[in-house]
């Protein structure tokens, strides 16, 4: 593609004897935010780590603005990293923070100044720069750890699970915070995360990963509504997974007559797609929760436990009651294994 | 446990643990000849006397020398033993730590005997010279693992946010790693300047005529004469110890090393 | 990042290669002496000709013997000393358990020597026991079994306190309450709650204190002379004295093999008593 800005060929990443990632294929769009997905042990972590040239590939090739990188070590390769911990330095003012890397470039001290006050700048955080990273709070620290790695002006921006040490409140304003950057920079970014709302609200595109490898890649609104396989309907919150024979859901305790027949050898619903209160089948109710807008329910039926949203104005049922519902085929998904 | 138990049972144990300091203090301060408690009058004659022993003088002089000169030749060569073994996953490590830890496990008065027969006679070095292996050696397990310590609590990807950033694995040592371990090292230097200072087993056997540590030069003068210039000169040693551990607390919470 | 080994071993050799030369290798050779009673001959007729002569048994029992005896005396003291420590309000344990290491920052000339003030003929000791009438004369004190003993115990205390109270720490907070509120009393307190958990620091406290009794010698040099020979004092008179090196390498070989089987024993019993 034209404008591949990062790509990785090939890649097999390993530690030691174990193989963490074989074979790793991915091109990345310059000025793309990219997202990679997947719990913990999936691989995105080594990727990213392969990308900032903290790990040797065992065989492939890494390529950024039309550059071989593979050989090159990490502190030549024009990248950022922002890690999960900040890595700040924590006998370094905020201000020498920022400026460290511009003062190994050997500018001079009214250049670093301008660069370093502008960073900061950037970020909001003019006013501190006298304070150490111990004095600041977590979401000081970390626009200070961004502005750090935002002043020398690196190719790709990496960022470990930017968003998961931060509270509710804070990781909303950080991910405009990011996305914001990402807009007036164009800077290429990619970001590793277990969170699939963090990227669903960020990426362009999300690539998620199992076992070191890709399960899918797309946009968000693509992986949401349409995953293609059991493990990613899973991981982006479908949480009714069966297997389907003939026009029934099975599994290890029972079937369930679904009254319609699939392509897909599996059938998911969303909690919201199960329609509570009506319906040709029955379930007891084993728990309820009040979530605002809408009520949880864990619903027992021959198949296993559903889970059920319901909206608020539906007549609430305790726990105990049974109560019909339906898994309809409007909001079924198809699934390959 | 009441307040009360607890006080007494800590009062005894310290009386006992420190009292003979205290007592050590005061008989220096005897106004008589002869070494003694409670002391025959008051008066510092026999403290300043421990100044004037040209023996004393020398080899406060050499046991300074070894301390300081001692401890850093160990520092220099245990800080990057110290970080190889916890940064890297070095085969051998096992190995490599019980070996440098070792002198710690043999009883001083052999070290120096096998130093002095199989390093000292057939290599025909100095005594000094074999005074500051030894005491280099005798150092340097407490420089790694106070060292090691302080690197423990340095998470690694402070080194590595430096070198994306732009360093040399040097730089990212000497601008990241030193500064933060500055109070360990530190904390190492005092522990083994204390420790080469009061050593006496090993540099027993080395010590000769005329080049001996002070603790040794002690010994001998007490051998010969018994007055109050001993006590006096260990009050004075003691003082000397306290503070400099008490100064080190001050500035960087030394316990938190050891 | 760290995966160069070579560079890793490059920093870590100078340090290794340094005592590996200047003490392995010397006092590997030192203890190969033992076993050469005539040299060029391996056997163990130097451990044979040692333990034959009753005033080496005599004084190899009376090292181990004191050695046990203040290892377990200061055990017995330490826990008392540090369950008040742990006790004591956070701003007075500081101080307290400074004062208890302060010690172990001065030479142990200075501390050995206090002993001979006290214990001495005209030390306070008898100078308060000539003066109850007690006595008629001053007892000898130094040069005896009780002094070196004394002596042992001041110098080591401090570690087997400072190894205990490490271990105290780190029992969880409410622990001992839980259990007096269930009925137990200080003394089932002891042995089925506190014993247990602090076993790891007992046994560190406990192989200091051990090793480092054996191994002393300004101590028992200064306490005990002659008079009162310990395995290393007795070493030093084979060499500067009687020109034996084979019955110092043997000494050596003994009081080496003795801390070593101390610390494995102390550890199978920490582990067997769970």
Same mark, same amino acid.
């Given at each position: 593609?034209?404008?591949?800005?990062?790509?990785?060929?090939?890649?097999?990443?390993?530690?030691g004897?174990?193989?963490?990632?074989?074979?790793?294929?991915?091109?990345?769009?310059?000025?793309?935010?990219i997202?990679?997905l997947?719990?913990s042990?999936?691989?995105?972590?080594?990727?990213?780590r392969?990308i900032a040239g903290?790990?040797t590939?065992?065989?492939?090739?890494?390529?950024?603005?039309g550059t071989?990188?593979t050989?090159?070590?990490?502190?030549?390769?024009?990248?950022?990293?922002?890690?999960?911990?900040?890595?700040?330095?924590?006998?370094?003012s905020a201000?020498e923070?920022?400026?460290?890397? @511009?003062?190994?470039?050997?500018?001079?001290?009214?250049?670093?100044?301008?660069?370093?006050?502008?960073?900061?700048?950037?970020?909001?955080?003019?006013?501190?720069?006298?304070?150490?990273?111990?004095?600041?709070s977590?979401g000081q620290?970390?626009?200070?750890?961004?502005?750090?790695?935002?002043v020398?002006?690196p190719?790709?921006?990496?960022?470990d699970?930017?968003?998961?040490? @931060?509270?509710a409140?804070?990781?909303?304003?950080?991910?405009?915070?990011?996305?914001?950057?990402q807009?007036?920079?164009?800077?290429?970014?990619?970001?590793?995360?277990?969170?699939q709302?963090?990227?669903l609200?960020?990426?362009?595109?999300?690539?998620l990963?199992?076992?070191?490898?890709?399960?899918?890649?797309g946009?968000?609104?693509?992986?949401?509504?349409?995953?293609?396989t059991?493990f990613?309907?899973?991981?982006?919150?479908?949480?009714?997974?069966?297997r389907?024979?003939?026009?029934?859901?099975?599994?290890?305790?029972g079937?369930?007559?679904?009254g319609?027949?699939?392509?897909?050898?599996?059938?998911a619903?969303?909690?919201?797609?199960v329609?509570?209160?009506?319906?040709?089948?029955?379930?007891?109710v084993?728990?309820?929760?009040?979530?605002?807008?809408?009520?949880?329910?864990?619903?027992?039926?021959?198949?296993?436990?559903?889970?059920?949203?319901?909206?608020?104005?539906?007549p609430?049922?305790?726990?105990?009651q049974?109560?019909?519902f339906?898994?309809p085929?409007?909001?079924a998904?198809?699934?390959?294994? | 446990?009441?307040?009360?138990?607890?006080?007494?049972?800590?009062?005894? %144990?310290? %009386?006992?643990?420190?009292?003979?300091?205290?007592?050590v203090?005061?008989?220096?301060?005897?106004?008589?000849?002869?070494?003694?408690?409670?002391?025959?009058g008051?008066?510092?004659?026999?403290?300043? =006397?421990?100044?004037t022993?040209e023996?004393?003088?020398?080899?406060?002089?050499?046991?300074?020398?070894l301390?300081?000169f001692?401890t850093?030749?160990?520092l220099?060569?245990?800080?990057?033993?110290a !970080?190889?073994l916890?940064?890297?996953?070095?085969?051998g490590a096992?190995?490599?730590?019980?070996?440098?830890?070792a002198?710690?496990?043999?009883?001083?008065?052999i070290?120096?005997?096998a130093?002095?027969? !199989?390093?000292v006679?057939?290599?025909?070095?100095?005594?000094?010279?074999?005074?500051?292996?030894?005491h /280099?050696a005798?150092?340097?397990?407490?420089?790694?693992?106070?060292?090691?310590?302080?690197?423990?609590?340095?998470?690694?990807?402070?080194?590595e946010?430096?070198?994306?950033?732009?360093c %040399?694995?040097?730089?990212?040592f000497? =601008?990241?790693?030193?500064?933060?371990?500055?109070g360990?090292?530190?904390?190492?230097?005092?522990l083994?300047?204390?420790?080469?200072?009061?050593?006496?087993?090993?540099?027993?056997?080395l010590?000769?005529?005329?080049?001996?540590?002070?603790?040794?030069?002690?010994?001998?003068?007490?051998?010969i004469?018994?007055?109050?210039?001993?006590?006096?000169?260990?009050?004075?040693?003691?003082?000397?110890?306290? /503070?400099?551990?008490?100064?080190?607390?001050r500035?960087?919470?030394?316990?938190?090393?050891? | 990042? #760290?995966?160069?080994?070579?560079?890793?071993?490059?920093?870590?050799?100078?340090?290794?290669?340094?005592?590996?030369?200047?003490?392995?290798?010397?006092?590997?050779?030192?203890?190969?002496?033992?076993?050469q009673?005539?040299?060029?001959?391996?056997?163990?007729?130097?451990?044979?000709d #040692?333990?034959?002569?009753?005033?080496?048994r005599?004084?190899?029992?009376r090292t181990l013997?004191?050695?046990?005896?203040?290892?377990?005396?200061?055990?017995?003291?330490?826990?008392?000393?540090?369950?008040c420590?742990?006790?004591?309000?956070?701003?007075?344990?500081?101080?307290?358990?400074?004062?208890?290491v302060?010690?172990?920052m001065?030479?142990?000339?200075?501390?050995?020597?206090a002993?001979?003030?006290?214990?001495?003929?005209?030390?306070?000791?008898?100078d308060?026991?000539?003066?109850?009438?007690?006595s008629?004369?001053?007892?000898?004190?130094?040069?005896?079994?009780?002094?070196?003993?004394?002596?042992l115990?001041?110098?080591?205390l401090?570690?087997m306190?400072?190894?205990?109270?490490?271990?105290?720490?780190?029992?969880?907070?409410?622990?001992?309450?839980a259990?007096?509120?269930?009925?137990?009393?200080?003394?089932?307190?002891? #042995?089925?709650?506190?014993?247990?958990?602090?076993?790891?620091?007992?046994?560190?406290?406990?192989?200091?204190?051990f090793?480092?009794?054996?191994?002393?010698?300004?101590?028992?040099?200064?306490?005990?002379?002659?008079?009162v020979l310990?395995?290393?004092?007795?070493?030093?008179?084979?060499?500067?004295?009687?020109?034996? #090196?084979?019955?110092a390498?043997?000494?050596?070989m003994i009081?080496?093999?003795?801390?070593?089987?101390?610390?494995?024993?102390?550890?199978?019993?920490?582990?067997?008593?769970?």
């Amino acid at each position: 593609m034209s404008d591949t800005f990062v790509s990785l060929t090939d890649l097999t990443l390993s530690y030691g004897q174990t193989v963490a990632v074989p074979n790793l294929n991915l091109d990345i769009v310059e000025g793309e935010l990219i997202a990679l997905l997947g719990p913990s042990g999936c691989g995105k972590t080594t990727t990213m780590r392969a990308i900032a040239g903290l790990l040797t590939p065992a065989s492939g090739r890494i390529m950024i603005d039309g550059t071989d990188v593979t050989r090159t070590p990490a502190n030549k390769r024009g990248i950022g990293l922002v890690f999960q911990s900040y890595a700040l330095f924590p006998h370094l003012s905020a201000f020498e923070n920022v400026a460290f890397g @511009l003062r190994l470039q050997k500018l001079s001290d009214a250049q670093v100044r301008a660069k370093t006050e502008a960073g900061m700048a950037t970020v909001g955080l003019t006013g501190f720069e006298t304070r150490k990273p111990a004095e600041m709070s977590g979401g000081q620290q970390q626009r200070l750890a961004l502005a750090r790695s935002l002043v020398m002006q690196p190719k790709v921006l990496l960022l470990d699970e930017p968003l998961s040490n @931060l509270d509710a409140r804070l990781r909303l304003e950080m991910r405009n915070e990011l996305q914001r950057v990402q807009k007036d920079t164009g800077i290429t970014m990619v970001f590793v995360t277990h969170d699939q709302s963090e990227a669903l609200a960020l990426a362009d595109r999300i690539v998620l990963m199992k076992d070191g490898k890709i399960e899918q890649l797309g946009k968000p609104a693509d992986l949401y509504a349409k995953p293609a396989t059991a493990f990613a309907a899973e991981f982006m919150g479908f949480e009714n997974i069966f297997r389907v024979d003939g026009t029934d859901l099975v599994s290890d305790t029972g079937r369930l007559s679904m009254g319609f027949a699939a392509q897909a050898n599996m059938l998911a619903w969303r909690p919201s797609g199960v329609s509570v209160g009506a319906g040709p089948h029955k379930g007891r109710v084993l728990a309820s929760s009040f979530a605002g807008g809408h009520r949880e329910y864990v619903l027992e039926s021959p198949i296993g436990q559903i889970k059920a949203d319901a909206p608020i104005e539906t007549p609430e049922v305790t726990l105990g009651q049974e109560v019909a519902f339906d898994l309809p085929r409007e909001t079924a998904r198809h699934l390959v294994a | 446990m009441s307040r009360l138990t607890i006080w007494v049972i800590l009062g005894v %144990t310290l %009386t006992f643990l420190i009292g003979p300091f205290l007592i050590v203090i005061f008989a220096g301060m005897s106004a008589g000849e002869a070494l003694a408690f409670p002391p025959q009058g008051l008066s510092l004659k026999w403290y300043a =006397k421990v100044f004037t022993v040209e023996s004393f003088r020398a080899s406060f002089a050499l046991s300074l020398f070894l301390a300081i000169f001692g401890t850093l030749a160990a520092l220099a060569i245990g800080i990057p033993a110290a !970080y190889a073994l916890n940064r890297y996953d070095l085969p051998g490590a096992e190995m490599i730590r019980t070996i440098v830890a070792a002198p710690i496990i043999v009883p001083g008065i052999i070290v120096g005997l096998a130093l002095l027969r !199989y390093f000292v006679v057939p290599l025909d070095v100095t005594i000094t010279m074999a005074l500051f292996v030894t005491h /280099a050696a005798l150092v340097l397990p407490y420089a790694v693992r106070v060292v090691s310590s302080s690197l423990n609590n340095l998470r690694s990807d402070m080194e590595e946010a430096a070198v994306i950033l732009g360093c %040399t694995r040097f730089q990212a040592f000497t =601008k990241v790693v030193l500064p933060n371990i500055r109070g360990g090292i530190l904390a190492a230097f005092i522990l083994g300047f204390v420790t080469s200072f009061n050593e006496v087993p090993a540099s027993l056997f080395l010590s000769g005529p005329g080049v001996r540590t002070l603790p040794i030069d002690m010994l001998s003068y007490m051998e010969i004469t018994f007055d109050p210039s001993v006590a006096a000169l260990s009050a004075l040693l003691a003082f000397m110890s306290v /503070a400099i551990v008490f100064i080190a607390e001050r500035l960087l919470g030394f316990s938190r090393y050891v | 990042m #760290f995966l160069n080994r070579s560079e890793g071993l490059a920093l870590a050799l100078p340090a290794a290669l340094f005592t590996f030369l200047v003490f392995l290798v010397p006092v590997g050779i030192l203890l190969s002496v033992a076993f050469q009673a005539e040299p060029g001959v391996w056997s163990l007729r130097g451990y044979v000709d #040692f333990f034959s002569q009753p005033l080496n048994r005599t004084v190899f029992l009376r090292t181990l013997k004191l050695g046990i005896l203040v290892a377990g005396t200061s055990a017995v003291i330490g826990y008392l000393a540090a369950f008040c420590i742990v006790n004591l309000p956070a701003t007075s344990r500081g101080s307290i358990f400074g004062l208890v290491v302060l010690p172990l920052m001065i030479s142990p000339v200075a501390r050995t020597y206090a002993w001979i003030v006290i214990l001495g003929r005209t030390g306070i000791v008898n100078d308060t026991i000539v003066g109850l009438g007690l006595s008629n004369t001053p007892i000898r004190l130094l040069f005896t079994e009780t002094a070196v003993f004394v002596g042992l115990l001041q110098l080591f205390l401090p570690l087997m306190i400072i190894s205990l109270v490490s271990a105290m720490e780190n029992i969880p907070k409410d622990v001992v309450p839980a259990a007096r509120v269930l009925g137990a009393s200080w003394f089932q307190v002891f #042995f089925r709650v506190i014993l247990p958990l602090t076993k790891e620091g007992l046994v560190i406290g406990g192989t200091l204190v051990f090793t480092g009794a054996l191994t002393a010698y300004i101590t028992p040099a200064i306490l005990g002379g002659s008079k009162v020979l310990m395995l290393e004092t007795l070493l030093y008179q084979k060499v500067n004295v009687s020109n034996d #090196f084979v019955s110092a390498s043997v000494i050596a070989m003994i009081l080496i093999v003795m801390c070593f089987s101390a610390n494995l024993v102390l550890k199978r019993i920490a582990s067997v008593r769970s």
